[in-house]
């Protein structure tokens, strides 16, 4: 390589900051790096496609029947809730992404690079999004391979996507946090079973809330993986497919609660992780 | 620029453990400065504090004529940092790593084909350019994360610890390329815990202990501070070591392996003298070594106490 000695600064190299549009230009440099990551990382991949699958297959058949009567109901009921758990565990890798940066030495690299100093945590979590379209996409795809229908129009299932979107834009924060404190990416993957498996289930992502002893109900009611899977479920069945214990009164209630839990989620644990990450670093 | 690196009355704490008391150091621009010291003697958090990943306490850092504190995206424009663990992105290609830095750098994206190019080539990586990183051996990944600080063609180079845990093969890679990127005028501030890697790489050393610049100069100098270099005698029985000791007076003896440590820069010239004088008075030694002063040694004669720095 050869160097150049006496290389007068650019105008763009002696301005003190780094300005938005390259910025932006780094965060979709990162976010290609954690997509390409995937390909040399066939477990993740097998996370994203893999075992939503195997969670939709196994539940339709083998629970689908006892809970619901026949498995082509039960799938419409659970198929919008599997989405809503599957989005969740997917987060988990931004925090252990972001751990094994940190572990590595790599986040000291990045930190050192004249770049905007978002850019690496921006770059992550839009990696994330892309993600979180792929598994949506490829669920929704199984599901309706397997009897799953559309009860309602295209612009609400839009619409279901893009709240789920944002629902994991907000918790990419929790995770981020996990990734922070956490001392190895694997501890960061034992967070991801210990604490949102029984988050999950304690919703009604599988079995109707009518099921489930009062003492647990509000519980469950009150779960937001309950109220984003009941957004889900109004928005893309609506309620004259689902039958009546399956009921959701409207989207309007449960969409809107959902984002209230994705503002309040970000306003805790975005500050938090940003206070977390500069302890650590 | 004739300074790269000027550092006053820098100083660094982590809650009550003073890390960094009160640091000067001087780096002249196109010269290898070298850290030297035992671990845990502050070396890390000198060069985080200097490539501006580390906030300081107190005192003042300029890099490449910018103040570490007031400018650190012209400092980071200035610089490249290879840290104590190679930090390459294991699930990617030696290609791909680089080529993240091309895209994450200055350098105009029609110009990044060929410096990847020409950086796995440079560094002996084109082989294994289309493999994960972490199928790598240490070396390689060492030389890969090195080529990745090289990619914006940074004029001030800090290398923490570059080849600990390498093998000598490695090491010595690792020398030649230091060699090289300062025969193109880059400055390097280079920290390691070993006095041989000082002594051939640096142009001047400083020595950290516990937070404080015991010595500094250039590794000539450095070396005549040192209870220096010896001869070591070890003798059969008692009655030869006293005869040896009467012989040469500036001897220190140890008579507990009988043996004696005669003061000598290790030259052929006074290591014959040496030898011509126990003929003379018909003595043979049973065992003959040169030593010459490790680190431990370094640290014995400058602080007064021995360094906690396993043998390497």
């Not at chain 1, 190299?13 to 780094?26: A, C, F, T, W």
């Not at chain 1, 058949?61 to 109901?73: K, Q």
Request: hydrophobic fraction near 45%; proline fraction near 5%; glycine fraction near 8%.
């Amino acid at each position: 390589m050869t160097t150049v000695t006496a290389a007068r600064p650019t105008p763009a190299e002696l301005s003190p900051s780094v300005g938005v549009g390259e910025g932006i230009k780094q965060t979709m440099t990162l976010a290609w790096r954690t997509i390409v990551q995937v390909r040399h990382n066939p477990w993740e991949l097998g996370d994203y496609s893999i075992q939503p699958i195997m969670f939709v297959l196994l539940f339709t058949y083998v629970f689908g029947g006892a809970i619901a009567g026949s498995t082509s109901e039960y799938l419409t009921f659970a198929l919008p809730g599997i989405i809503v758990m599957n989005m969740l565990f997917i987060t988990m890798y931004v925090g252990t992404g972001l751990n094994t940066d940190l572990t590595k030495g790599v986040f000291d690299r990045l930190r050192s690079l004249p770049i905007a100093r978002w850019a690496p945590m921006a770059g992550r979590i839009l990696a994330d999004q892309v993600k979180q379209a792929w598994s949506i996409f490829l669920l929704l795809a199984i599901g309706m391979a397997l009897g799953f229908r559309i009860g309602t129009d295209v612009w609400s299932l839009l619409a279901a996507v893009g709240l789920l979107l944002v629902f994991a834009l907000a918790f990419s924060w929790v995770s981020v946090l996990v990734g922070v404190v956490a001392k190895d990416p694997e501890k960061v993957q034992l967070f991801g079973f210990t604490a949102l498996f029984p988050v999950t289930f304690v919703s009604n992502v599988f079995a109707p809330t009518s099921t489930m002893p009062g003492w647990l109900q509000p519980i469950v009611e009150n779960n937001p993986v309950t109220i984003l899977s009941n957004a889900c479920r109004a928005l893309m069945v609506g309620d004259d497919t689902l039958g009546t214990e399956w009921h959701v009164a409207s989207a309007t209630t449960p969409v809107v609660q959902s984002l209230i839990w994705a503002a309040a989620i970000a306003a805790v644990f975005a500050p938090l992780s940003v206070w977390a990450l500069r302890r650590r670093v | 620029m004739t300074h790269a690196i000027e550092v006053s009355g820098l100083r660094k704490a982590f809650g009550d453990k003073v890390v960094l008391d009160g640091i000067d150091l001087d780096v002249q621009a196109g010269t290898v400065f070298s850290l030297l010291g035992p671990n845990g003697a502050g070396k890390t958090t000198t060069v985080n504090v200097l490539t501006t990943l580390l906030r300081a306490d107190g005192g003042t850092v300029r890099v490449a004529g910018h103040d570490v504190a007031a400018e650190p995206k012209a400092v980071r424009r200035a610089i490249g940092v290879t840290g104590q663990f190679a930090a390459v992105d294991e699930l990617l290609t030696g290609q791909e790593n680089l080529q993240l830095m091309v895209d994450l750098s200055p350098v105009p994206a029609k110009d990044g084909k060929r410096i990847v190019a020409e950086l796995l080539e440079r560094f002996d990586l084109v082989e294994s350019a289309q493999q994960a990183a972490s199928t790598y051996s240490g070396g390689m990944r060492r030389k890969l994360d090195l080529a990745m600080t090289l990619v914006g063609s940074p004029r001030i180079i800090f290398l923490d610890e570059p080849t600990t845990g390498l093998d000598p093969r490695s090491r010595r890679t690792m020398w030649s390329i230091v060699r090289d990127l300062v025969a193109d005028g880059v400055t390097i501030f280079l920290t390691t815990q070993y006095l041989d890697e000082a002594d051939k790489l640096a142009d001047r050393v400083a020595v950290l202990d516990q937070g404080r610049i015991v010595a500094q100069g250039t590794p000539g100098e450095l070396k005549r501070r040192l209870p220096g270099t010896h001869v070591r005698l070890r003798f059969d029985s008692a009655g030869e070591l006293d005869a040896a000791a009467r012989v040469l007076p500036d001897a220190t003896r140890d008579d507990e392996s009988l043996a004696l440590r005669v003061p000598s820069d290790g030259g052929t010239t006074s290591l014959r003298a040496l030898l011509d004088r126990l003929d003379e008075y018909s003595l043979s030694a049973e065992e003959f070594s040169v030593h010459t002063p490790d680190l431990d040694d370094v640290f014995l004669a400058l602080t007064g106490h021995a360094t906690e720095v396993a043998a390497k």
